[in-house]
């Protein structure tokens, strides 16, 4: 486990079904509302985390954090709103991700983040650990091949075994702890979640 780095998939919300407020007479009520109860604002993150690695003298080498990326993508608007004009970038939640989407996330993200940050006085040989969801299908192309062997790296992926919940590191509470901090923000768009997830 020492090269193993988790990765898995998490839906955040915009915000909470319910909330509780204690105001003083003086401050404002933060009620926000939405357009409908069944279909809430949310984005899927893909988040990388691994072991913090460390030197033979004790020194860190890496503290673990590879990322967490969205799935989004840029459209432009196609009518104008009293928000803003028509054909105007706007950022937008994939709400299927698929095994297509997953192989997109894997190779122009989670690779090349692994690849920039991985310490270079270590071994290359990376073990990717992930569930065994139905989207997560490792892809035997040789493009997707190649970014794993690319810069002298091995890169496998594997399945965690199943029903065993208490080898995904993220689910056991990373993913939870994360959430908390964005909920403590209020934010009103996709950037907006986006951003907040980044940075909790």
């Known amino acids: 486990m020492q090269y193993a780095i988790h990765i898995d998939e ?41 072991k913090p690695l460390c030197g033979r003298n004790g020194k860190l080498l890496h503290d673990g954090k590879y990322g967490i990326f969205p799935f989004t993508q840029q459209e432009r608007e196609k009518k104008s709103s ?77 399945f965690q075994p199943a029903q065993s919940p208490d080898l995904n590191v993220l689910d056991l509470g990373l993913f939870r702890s994360i959430q908390s901090l964005q909920y403590q923000s209020f934010p009103k768009k996709v950037d907006e979640l986006v951003k907040k997830v980044i940075e909790s």
């Open 82 to 158: 009293k928000n803003r004009a028509a054909g105007t970038l706007v950022t937008k939640a994939l709400q299927n991700v698929n095994r297509d989407a997953i192989r997109h996330m894997l190779l122009n993200k989670v690779i090349p983040e692994i690849v920039l940050k991985w310490p270079k006085s270590l071994p290359k040989n990376v073990v990717i650990q992930w569930d065994n969801a139905r989207p997560h299908q490792i892809p035997r192309d040789e493009e997707f091949i190649s970014a794993t062997q690319a810069h002298r790296f091995n890169i496998q992926f594997v």
């Open 10 to 50: 998490k839906w955040f919300y915009l915000n909470l079904d319910k909330r509780r407020f204690y105001l003083l007479p003086s401050e404002e009520d933060p009620y926000m509302a939405q357009q409908s109860r069944r279909f809430k604002l949310k984005a899927m993150f893909m988040a990388i985390i691994g």
